[in-house]
């Protein structure tokens, strides 16, 4: 029997190993197969190269990390600041989450100070809703499946929304264990690291990750290290109950939602 599949899309190159990568490798190790997809290249992440060649060098670190997790890397669908919510992208990666039908389905948050992550968020919401609709045709031809889903958004960068609203998790995974292995990940990723130190100051890339995963952990109230999760609405993707993230992840988890 094959082993259920976890699958973390998100925007750019990175963004995965700055607020997913715990989980995702937790998942590994509860017995899940790994995929990982970064929906545009990194293609503007440089001061100093041109797009055609900051693309190629991003998508090789990116393809790094996820050797690194474990995890199959599916290729990035178009540039950085091109996401958006429109038809011909919707079908492609459609197409990619019929044909890895993940059980567990790991986005970035709705509300986040970035277009391109809120529009990454709702392209793979809706390519997961399609995935078992016969006349939705996606890009390349895929048949649907017939599986549920559990869709989880992680916190935002910041751990703000677009106005500067703090959003809160209401599920938390310790990933203490897996902090060294989310560092190693996110080291990958050098040519970000020059990014954001030339253009926003992050002195130290790793450190301000790891600081921001132990506010995480600080949120949760229980926690020195966490990843924060929100449980996207179970209708069109699952029952109402199911939380497969718990299930594999067990006492690793702790459920902030009322009446828990």
């Known amino acids: 029997m094959s082993k259920p599949a976890a699958f973390a899309i998100a925007a750019h190159p990175d963004d995965i190993e700055l607020m997913m990568a715990g989980t995702l490798s ?56 091109e996401i958006f919510y429109e038809d011909s992208l919707l079908r492609k990666l459609s197409a990619v989450v019929r044909k890895v039908a993940p059980r567990i389905l790991l986005l970035q948050s709705p509300q986040d100070y970035m277009e391109d992550h809120m529009n990454a968020c709702r392209l793979a919401v809706t390519a997961a809703f399609t995935r078992g609709m016969p006349n939705y045709r996606t890009d390349p031809a895929v048949a ?70 132990r506010e995480v952990g600080e949120m949760s109230g229980k926690f020195e290290v966490a990843e924060g999760w929100r449980r996207h609405l179970h209708l069109g993707f699952c029952g109402p109950d199911d939380d497969p993230l718990t299930d594999a992840l067990g006492d690793r988890v702790i459920n902030l939602r009322e009446g828990e």
């Open 26 to 81: 937790l998942l590994g190790e509860a017995g899940y197969a790994l995929h990982v997809m970064n929906i545009s290249n990194g293609s503007c992440g440089s001061l100093t190269e041109d797009a055609e060649r900051t693309a190629v060098r991003r998508t090789a670190e990116a393809k790094a990390s996820a050797d690194m997790l474990g995890a199959r890397f599916h290729q990035p669908l178009t540039n950085d600041i």
């Open 144 to 213: 649907p499946v017939d599986s549920d889903v559990t869709v989880y958004h992680a916190l935002p960068w910041g751990l703000r929304g677009p106005l500067g609203e703090r959003i809160v998790a209401t599920q938390y995974v310790d990933i203490e264990s897996a902090l060294a292995r989310k560092r190693e990940a996110l080291a990958c990723h050098t040519s970000q690291k020059e990014w954001l130190d030339q253009t926003q100051g992050l002195d130290s890339y790793l450190d301000t990750m790891e600081a921001m995963s």
